[in-house]
């Protein structure tokens, strides 16, 4: 199976979730054509506040949750047209870390037993190794080797994201989704964890598809960014470019709204009235977008570039102040 | 301008003591501070620092579930708040110092309608009749900013956003006009744009009711914006004070500067090859 | 250190409760070494009080009371035990399906399930031995059919909550397969209600039995067990009064016996749980 240059190693199309009706309710678009790539050995942020669909979209590309749409495909395969052994044996190439470590580890496995199972479901080693391999995953994430035969009580909140993350790469994965991974860590025990997802990536070319809330962490990890509102991606670029030239105005509530550990920024930041601007549009407006295109008439997607590889949903603009 | 604020509260040696089963633990080892009235001091440091136990404190409210032995002395206004009868504390419940918690869900009522509990507190503490309550409870609505007050008054919280529930929670607890306002992880639970919609609100309320802040918190950036003065908080004890443009520019311990070189800028890109 | 390691000897009712528990096992297991005559042997000294030779005196036809009593004992148990154990496997499997799977299968499942739980106990243990005929095995089967669907419920409720726990999501992010995941990550987080609910039905067995030996749709004769002892023993209630006490202080001692165990495992799991 040989992958041209040109083939991301994740390549998502129009992704879709819809949440079926419930009584007296109308069914949700939780995650509404999402469609990004990525590469070997790189981080995809995908930010964005509660309810704006980054969380369901990263459970829709590993196959947890039922998506209604699209496609994605990991190493050039489609997951969503496997059989149920062929999505299993799938699974050791894409791995899920997710945010709260007191209860994604089952309270009555050992560490040993915890990190023994993935290699046993997927027979990547021998059963003699088995002990050796879990070694040396513990020595990875930075804990010692001697501490397997315990509980995950007896670890505090960062050593068990630790094992957490040493689980998901026992199968070698190239692929991990971390749903906020660190938002229920301490400061210091975050700036650990990132630092240890970091030099995991350098040394084993993983590539992560990061979900998070907080742009300030997301701008030491990323590489490319993905800006969710109301499921959709409102606007995508290199971190660099989404930071310094934010060009869709959700992008630019965010990053306002950021709290600044620096009082006489914060200060004045929380002094100015800011507006209270509205994100409405859920459907798409008739006429010209804010480019000047008409989407409903030319039948093209709300999308428009700003720079290279930085592009912006003409969706979701506040409507001019009259 | 007064050179000095009058010491509202003055806090010594306060000391708590967890007991669960045959296990002590001390949770808050011997602190002492000030807040002056209409002074806005935060509380900074990570979890199990002792913070939130610290405001309980001065509430003598115990955590659920857990019984506290409380020592040293909170004097507020005269009063030693760890020695009064419960019967005065209840009095000041609500009234004098009030309390604004985490998470806007599980503080509210379910079951009635956000006007009806504001009225409640109203009632309880001013003896109001039931048409002043309901006036002051729609006035309130609108002083923390919910657009149709008087329509809103009648909505159950599930009918609220997140950030809208906080502010119901808010009006709850600026109602009888408290002198020290206590609030605890405020915005933590909350979507970052509306965090800062209620960073401002409590600071214009500040500003309009004279009330006196205290802001337990982990989020530097947080505390950046809103409070005059800093004690940060390790295994109970406080390890530095100072006011907050000093201590985020010189900070003196090893374990400030620790944690505030940890927080993530968002001007400040990684090094990520 | 763990929790449970510091309050294990705190917990004064499961102590208790396991001593007389282990009583009613050794009754179970050693009845028939322990009693002192056999509990079919006649003799001519009727109705007689306590003696030097006969601790509880002897029943109408002279048969020793205390021997019945300790053989009726491990009779009455011994199906108790294995009819709860038979009642908890099945309840387990079908709690387990119906909670982990969900769906159509689920409500089908439950809805038969349902029909015999709708049924009071007692009446529905009846008509079974009625049908079917007294004997041990046929006891055994009728107290199976009318807990089962207890367990059932009792195991699905938790079932319905573990399985969207995280570390069952994580797992099966990793591969690992439903049955692995129902069996494995599931099931050991859902045993503490089942113990108590286990205690709680073999208390509620040994009164099913007993009386339904009392009406004579017990293990039939000469097999003693405490329901036919008491059913006989009321004749001679003034004569002997012991024949019906012995009894019925030993079937209020075996249910009390798993009343206080249940107590003591509520009490032990829910600490242990926090």
């Known amino acids: 199976m040989t992958e041209s240059v040109q083939h991301p190693l994740l390549r998502v199309r129009d992704l879709s979730v819809t949440f079926p009706a419930r009584p007296g309710k109308a069914p949700v678009l939780a995650v509404d054509r999402v469609s990004f790539d990525i590469d070997r050995a790189q981080t995809l942020a995908l930010v964005g506040e509660s309810g704006s669909g980054k969380t369901t979209t990263g459970r829709a590309i590993l196959q947890l949750q039922a998506s209604s749409g699209g496609s994605v495909q990991l190493l050039g395969r489609e997951l969503g047209q496997l059989s149920r052994g062929g999505l299993r044996s799938m699974r050791r190439h894409m791995q899920f870390v997710l945010q709260n470590p007191y209860s994604s580890l089952h309270p009555r496995m050992t560490v040993a037993q915890t990190l023994a199972e993935p290699l046993r479901v997927h027979r990547c080693v021998p059963a003699e190794s088995v002990t050796a391999r879990v070694a040396e995953l513990m020595t990875l994430v930075g804990l010692d080797p001697a501490m397997v035969s315990r509980y995950p009580h007896e670890f505090s909140g960062g050593q068990r994201q630790r094992i957490v993350i040493a689980r998901a790469l026992a199968v070698s994965p190239d692929f991990v989704v971390c749903d906020e991974p660190v938002s229920a860590l301490d400061v210091s025990t975050q700036a650990q964890i990132v630092a240890l997802l970091k030099s995991l990536q350098n040394r084993l070319g993983l590539s992560y598809l990061f979900i998070a809330h907080d742009l300030a962490l997301v701008r030491q990890v990323a590489h490319r960014i993905a800006v969710m509102f109301a499921g959709q991606i409102v606007e995508m670029g290199a971190a660099d470019q989404v930071y310094g030239n934010p060009s869709h105005p959700y992008t630019r509530a965010l990053l306002d709204a950021v709290p600044v550990p620096d009082p006489v920024l914060q200060r004045k930041k929380l002094s100015e009235s800011a507006a209270d601007v509205q994100f409405h549009g859920l459907r798409p407006k008739a006429g010209p977008c804010v480019f000047g295109e008409d989407h409903a008439q030319s039948g093209t997607a709300c999308w428009h570039e700003v720079g290279a590889g930085h592009g912006v949903s003409c969706r979701f603009w506040p409507a001019p102040a009259a | 301008m007064m050179s000095a604020p009058a010491a509202l509260l003055q806090v010594r040696g306060l000391t708590a003591q967890f007991n669960r089963g045959d296990v002590a633990s ?41 019984s506290v032995a409380w020592g040293g002395t909170v004097l507020f206004k ?61 006035e309130l609505l609108d002083l923390v900013g919910i657009r149709d007050a008087a329509r809103r008054a009648d909505d159950y919280p599930h009918q609220f956003s997140g950030g809208m529930r906080q502010r119901v929670l808010i009006a709850i607890a600026v109602s009888c006009q408290p002198d020290l306002l206590i609030a605890d992880e405020p915005t933590t639970a909350l979507d970052v744009t509306v965090q800062a919609q209620i960073l401002r609100l409590l600071m214009r309320l500040r500003r309009e009711l004279g009330m006196a802040l205290m802001l337990i918190t982990h989020d530097f950036g947080v505390i950046a914006g809103m409070v005059d003065r800093v004690h940060v908080m390790l295994d109970g004890s406080i390890v530095e004070t100072g006011t907050v443009d000093a201590l985020f520019a010189n900070p003196e311990q090893a374990y400030t500067q620790a944690l505030l070189a940890a927080v993530p800028r968002l001007d400040v890109a990684g090094k990520l090859a | 250190m763990s929790e449970r390691q510091r309050l294990g000897g705190g917990n004064a009712m499961m102590s208790v409760g396991l001593l007389m528990l282990a009583s009613l096992v050794a009754i179970t297991l050693f009845g028939t070494l322990i ?62 399906f119906c909670g982990y799977v969900g769906g159509l299968a689920d409500q089908v499942v439950m809805r038969i399930l349902d029909v015999v739980f709708a049924f009071p106990v007692f009446l529905l243990a009846i008509a079974v031995v009625a049908a079917l005929g007294p004997s041990v095995p046929n006891l055994i089967l009728t107290i ?131």
């Open chain 2, 26 to 66: 001390q949770v808050v080892k011997g602190i002492s501070f000030d807040i002056g009235a209409g002074e806005s001091v935060g509380f900074v440091g990570e979890s199990g620092c002792g913070k939130s136990v610290t405001a309980r404190a001065l509430m003598r409210l115990a955590p659920e579930g857990s």
């Open chain 2, 78 to 138: 005269g009063q030693d708040l760890l020695k009064v009868e419960e019967r005065v504390m209840q009095d000041i419940r609500g009234r004098r110092i009030a309390m604004v918690f985490q998470d806007p869900m599980s503080s509210l009522n379910p079951v009635l309608t956000v006007g009806a509990q504001i009225e409640d507190i109203v009632r309880r503490h001013t003896g109001a009749s039931a048409s002043q309550a309901r006036k002051k409870s729609v």
């Open chain 3, 35 to 96: 009693a002192p005559y056999n509990p079919s042997e006649t003799s001519a000294d009727s109705l007689a009080g306590p003696t030097a030779a006969h601790w509880l005196g002897t029943d109408s036809i002279g048969r020793d009371l205390l021997s019945r009593l300790i053989v009726g004992g491990r009779t009455t148990l011994l199906i108790t035990f294995v009819a709860v154990t038979l009642a908890v496997c099945c309840g387990l499997v079908l709690g387990l």
């Open chain 3, 144 to 274: 199976a059919i009318v807990y089962t669907p207890r367990l059932a419920r009792v195991v699905r409720g938790p079932v319905l909550s573990v399985k969207r726990w995280d570390h069952v999501e994580a797992a099966r992010s990793v591969g690992v397969s439903e049955f692995n995941i129902a069996t494995r990550h599931v099931l050991p987080l859902i045993v503490s209600p089942v113990l108590v609910e286990t205690s709680l039905t073999l208390a509620q067995t040994i009164f099913t039995i007993t009386a339904l030996s009392f009406l004579g749709l017990g293990p039939p004769p000469p097999d003693p067990n405490w329901g036919a002892m008491l059913s006989e023993a009321r004749q001679f209630m003034e004569l002997a009064p012991l024949a019906v006490i012995g009894p019925a202080a030993a079937i209020v001692f075996a249910t009390l016996t798993f009343i206080v165990l249940a107590n003591g495992l509520r009490e032990r799991l829910d600490v242990a749980s926090r």
